[in-house]
């Protein structure tokens, strides 16, 4: 099992275009997580979705932040027009099932940078 | 809301010295605590939660509900626990977790 696998691990985008931000989760879980890591902060939880489904999208900015998981394929994070202020890291963890006590799994995460 | 705080961004010991890092939360229900390590170049681990009350790598950690505290603490340090501390609270039905502002422990030879 590879764990969970984000990519591209650095993204470099100008202020206007759209970021895509994927995570596959580890083999047989189906509850992902998005998390932000600001400069010298700790990370912030932003969206958690299963299957087809967003469960609690409490810490996405109201506008221009997207997420998604699809029946097939890995989740999508988008950002619609960067701005500098979105450069950050950005992690996905994935958990097996909806039970409270399982541990979530990082993937390594995703670099944007706004220029 | 939940809060974590971790008042130290930066902890230096020596090798084979006692470490602490802090930890204090504000929940008013009864929380789930853990810590996860972050070593250089690595993805974000879980370390140790406080329902499993063990030790993981000598490092130990007891919740306080009184002091509202969830420490970390090993006795004699080593070089090879140089790396990130995160300090991370899950609190009522919720499945995300709210995480500290994370402490460097760098320890020195």
């Known amino acids: 099992n590879a764990g969970v696998m984000q990519n591209p691990r650095h993204l470099v985008r100008r202020r206007g275009q759209e970021a895509r931000l994927r995570c596959s989760p580890m083999?047989?879980?189906?509850?992902v997580y998005w998390y932000r890591q600001l400069p010298e902060e700790g990370l912030k939880f932003m969206v958690y979705?299963?299957?087809?489904?967003?469960?609690?999208e409490s810490g996405m900015p109201k506008e221009r932040f997207s997420a998604e998981f699809p029946k097939e394929g890995p989740s999508i994070l988008r950002i619609q027009q960067v701005v500098r202020g979105d450069s950050a890291a950005y992690f996905c963890a994935s958990s097996p099932q909806g039970a409270k006590n399982t541990e979530a799994f990082f993937g390594q995460g995703t670099r944007l940078t706004v220029v | 809301a939940q809060r974590v705080t971790q008042p130290e961004k930066l902890l230096s010991v020596f090798k084979g010295a006692p470490v602490e890092l802090k930890c204090n939360y504000s929940?008013?229900?009864?929380?789930?605590l853990f810590w996860y390590v972050q070593y250089s170049r690595q993805r974000l681990q879980l370390l140790l939660r406080h329902i499993s009350r063990e030790s993981i790598k000598g490092f130990t950690a007891d919740l306080n509900k009184g002091e509202t505290s969830f420490h970390l603490k090993k006795p004699f340090a080593q070089e090879e626990d140089s790396a990130m501390y995160y300090c991370?609270?899950?609190?009522?039905?919720?499945?995300?977790?709210?995480f500290g502002s994370g402490t460097q422990l760098t320890v020195l030879p």
């Open positions: 979705l299963q299957k087809e489904n967003i469960i609690d």
């Open positions: 991370a609270l899950r609190s009522g039905s919720a499945r995300q977790l709210t």
């Open positions: 083999k047989g879980h189906s509850h």
């Open positions: 929940y008013s229900g009864s929380p789930e």
